[in-house]
């Protein structure tokens, strides 16, 4: 049985990947993770506003008139809102590094070129094997076209990778306006992955303290089909790898997402929920699949659910809605 697949230019045993999240926090875990059988791990992302604090701190520190702009320094966010300041990060990266021996990729997480993009050299010189650029812009500004924001994040990717010779992934949401030519952008960029999609925190409104209120619950498997959609689309279109995230809890979400086209599929809520362990038996649980349904490799099955096996994939996809809205009419 033949589980193995490509990623970011590194061979691995399997597709699973344990995805940024509090359990490469710590080095026991982290070692956890490669004993359950993660083929990577992936750390949780440094931001863009903890290197502008850092930056703006020795700037005011180093100005001889830096009391007179004191007040700059709460434009940034309380550092104590952060587990890891840059330096503590860069640490954490090279005794992650030294801990195990599965690739462990670094994370950025920003929305504007800026500066903050060198500390993709500096996670490949503490080690990291491949850096995530996890790109989230809020996009509120009614300024700001769809168009600029993509021109923004495109320079971005074109800054890390001509700064950094470890491969690139992109992670991205799923709210672009016309998301396949713009991932078809950042592949011609030099890409080398498209991570499909961020999760995002979800505000609800407190009525009775007229409050905002934010939580990031964890995902189940019904959070997997945008990412099928997404993956599907773009699996004949790019030349990069592609990693799902977001919604992979079973044996059989692998199964669907390899179908579907990707390379990998980074798991996190279900390993917070059941454990590192739960790793070795997603694996074993794949194996005995595709035994039972004569698959000798996940190579042979990758893409084969791909849009490029549809004749028309637009008449396709708008024939399914049409179905589907028709369906709850005659209800």
């Given at each position: 049985m033949d589980l193995s697949t490509t990623?970011?230019?590194?061979?691995l045993p399997h597709p699973m990947v344990a995805g940024?999240?509090?359990?490469?926090?710590?080095?026991?875990?982290a070692r956890q993770l490669e004993d359950a059988g993660s083929a990577a791990i992936v750390l949780r992302s440094l931001?863009?506003?903890?290197?502008?604090?850092?930056?703006m701190a020795e700037l005011l520190y180093q100005d001889s008139n830096s009391e007179s702009?004191?007040?700059?320094?709460?434009?940034?966010?309380?550092?104590?809102?952060?587990?890891?300041?840059?330096?503590?990060?860069?640490?954490?990266?090279?005794?992650v590094k030294e801990a195990v021996r599965v690739p462990v990729i670094a994370?950025?997480?920003?929305?504007?070129?800026?500066?903050?993009?060198?500390?993709?050299?500096?996670m490949e010189q503490g080690?990291?094997?491949?850096?995530?650029?996890?790109?989230?812009?809020?996009?509120?500004?009614?300024?700001k076209s769809g168009a600029e924001i993509e021109r923004e994040t495109v320079v971005m990717v074109h800054e890390v990778k001509r700064s950094v010779k470890i491969p690139v992934a992109v992670k991205l949401s799923p709210f672009f306006t016309s998301f396949a030519h713009f991932a078809l952008q950042l592949d011609r960029e030099g890409a080398d992955g498209l991570v499909l999609f961020n999760r995002f925190y979800e505000a609800d409104i407190d009525v009775q303290e007229l409050q905002v209120t934010r939580?990031?619950?964890?995902?189940?498997?019904?959070?997997?089909?945008l990412r099928l959609r997404g993956i599907a689309a773009l699996a004949p279109l790019v030349s990069g790898s592609l990693a799902v995230t977001g919604g992979v809890h079973t044996a059989l979400d692998v199964v669907k997402?390899?179908?579907?086209?990707?390379?990998?599929?980074?798991?996190?809520?279900?390993?917070?929920k059941n454990g590192p362990g739960y790793l070795f038996k997603v694996r074993r649980d794949l194996e005995v699949w595709m035994e039972e349904n004569e698959w000798s490799s996940l190579k042979e099955m990758r893409g084969n659910m791909g849009v490029d096996k549809a004749p028309n994939p637009k008449a396709y996809e708008r024939a399914n809605y049409m179905m589907m809205l028709q369906s709850w009419e005659g209800a």
């Open positions: 990623y970011l230019g590194m061979n940024a999240s509090p359990l490469s926090d710590e080095i026991d875990t931001f863009e506003e903890q290197i502008a604090r850092e930056q702009f004191a007040e700059a320094a709460s434009y940034f966010p309380n550092p104590d809102l952060f587990i890891m300041g840059p330096d503590e990060y860069m640490n954490h990266l090279r005794r994370s950025l997480n920003g929305s504007t070129p800026g500066g903050w993009l060198s500390y993709g050299r500096l080690g990291a094997d491949a850096l995530e650029l996890n790109v989230y812009h809020a996009a509120l500004d009614p300024e939580a990031l619950h964890l995902s189940d498997s019904s959070e997997l089909l997402s390899t179908m579907a086209g990707a390379h990998v599929t980074q798991m996190v809520s279900a390993l917070l």
